[in-house]
């Protein structure tokens, strides 16, 4: 049933003259629909949550997703051997809050999927886009939204008979996403009242103040968690 089972996985490329990006896609097992596709400097954890909350968005939530064993997706005690399903990475502490089951590709065929489809943008999307002068990563997200992925999805999806698709999420459900799919740190409060939180995978540090409560009478030294969620605005 589509909707029921994503895969997720990133791929770096020359898309645009000179520009090295990840290309982030979310695509349905059943269908083969990317839902989600977006261009990124880097993945990881950030733009990995990105691309599930777009899918929750649009179509509501999966049961499972299927990754690699790359680090930000799970801790691999042994090179190659068995992933950790005890000590789960943030994303994976994310998905657990959703209520979505992570599934690690071990095998070629697991991964296969999206390295077909992977294989196609890479011939397609690259042709497409020097024609046209795209060079700026937010405009070219746009293309990838507003053209490309309706024609791919025309050119390459199975529509399945007999199947619909799935409402959005209502627009109350936006807060509980933002909060079940962010990546959290644990800080303590200092003198001055205010923690700092690494934001961005390059830590520019920003202090945060904490509010007073009537049921605490101090806040100093106080553990609290912080999350941290980066996606941008809709499109539109």
């Known amino acids: 049933m589509p909707g029921m089972l994503l895969h997720q996985d990133g791929s770096t490329h020359e898309w645009v003259p000179g520009q090295r990006w990840d290309l982030i896609v979310t695509m349905d097992d059943a269908t083969d629909e990317p839902y989600s596709m977006f261009f990124i400097a880097e993945e990881g954890t950030l733009s990995s949550l990105r691309g599930v909350r777009e899918v929750i968005t649009a179509r509501g939530l999966s049961c499972a997703l ?4 790359g680090s930000h997706y799970w801790t691999t005690p042994e090179a190659g051997g068995k992933v950790d399903r005890v000590h789960l990475t943030q994303f994976g502490e994310a998905m657990k809050r959703l209520g979505i089951e ?6 070629p065929e697991a991964r296969g999927r999206s390295e ?9 999307l690259s042709k497409e886009l020097v024609p046209i002068g795209l060079t700026d990563m937010a405009v070219t ?3 990838l939204e507003e053209v490309y992925r309706s024609a791919f999805n025309r050119e390459f999806a199975h529509q399945l008979p007999g199947t619909r698709v799935r409402p959005p999420c209502p627009s109350w459900a936006g807060t509980w996403m933002s909060c079940c799919a962010s990546s959290t740190s644990a800080r303590s409060v200092g003198t001055t009242a205010c923690v700092s939180k690494a934001w961005s995978c390059r830590f520019r540090l920003i202090g945060t103040a904490v509010t007073t409560s009537r049921l605490r009478c101090a806040s100093i030294a106080m553990s609290m968690g912080l999350g941290r969620v980066s996606w941008p605005a809709p499109l539109g």
């Open 66 to 69: 299927c990754t690699d064993r």
């Open 102 to 107: 992570m599934i690690p590709a071990y095998s």
């Open 116 to 124: 077909r489809a992977f294989a196609i943008h890479q011939a397609r």
């Open 141 to 143: 997200n746009r293309y």
